[in-house]
C-alpha cells in the first residue's frame, strides 16, 4: 500500500463534489490522522466569499469531530494545471496537528512534497501557548 497515492485519490475522488460555483475551482483533501484513519473535505464556497470553506480545514474538522489530536499527512488534489498548494491560512490550521507530510497535487497529477512546517516558516503555534 502507497500511503501517498492513496491518500491523493480520495482527495481526488472527494474534488468530484466540491461546491465550487464562483470560482469554478474545486478541491479536494484528504487527511491522515495519528492512527492512521483517513477523512477527506472538499470546498464549499458561499456567495459571502468569506464565509467559505477549504477542503483541508473540512477534512481536518471531520477528523477532529472523530476524536483525532494529530495528523500524518495531507494530500490536497486542486483544479490548477500543477500542484494546489494550500492557502495561509490551511497552513496555520495544519501546523495546530503537528508537522504533517503534505502531498500537493493539481490536474496533471504531480506531486509536491513538502512539511506543514516548511510551509509555514517561523509559525505561532501550540507551543507559542505553552502546549505540547
Given at each position: ?17 466540491a461546491y465550487a460555483p464562483?470560482?469554478?475551482f474545486p478541491v479536494g ?104
Amino acid at each position: 500500500m502507497n500511503a501517498a497515492r492513496d491518500l491523493l485519490e480520495a482527495a481526488r475522488a472527494v474534488r468530484a463534489r466540491a461546491y465550487a460555483p464562483y470560482s469554478s475551482f474545486p478541491v479536494g483533501a484528504a487527511v491522515e490522522d495519528e492512527r492512521g484513519r483517513v477523512y477527506v473535505g472538499c470546498n464549499v464556497e458561499n456567495a459571502s466569499f468569506a464565509a467559505g470553506l477549504c477542503a483541508e480545514r473540512a477534512a481536518i474538522a471531520a477528523a477532529v469531530a472523530d476524536g483525532a489530536h494529530g495528523l500524518r499527512a495531507v494530500a490536497i488534489a486542486g483544479s490548477s494545471p500543477g500542484p494546489t498548494m494550500p492557502c495561509g491560512i490551511c497552513r496555520q490550521v495544519l501546523i495546530e496537528f503537528g508537522d504533517p507530510v503534505v502531498y500537493a497535487s493539481g490536474l496533471d497529477e504531480s506531486v509536491h512534497e513538502s512539511r506543514a512546517a516548511a510551509l509555514l516558516p517561523d509559525h505561532f503555534g501550540p507551543r507559542d501557548l505553552g502546549r505540547p
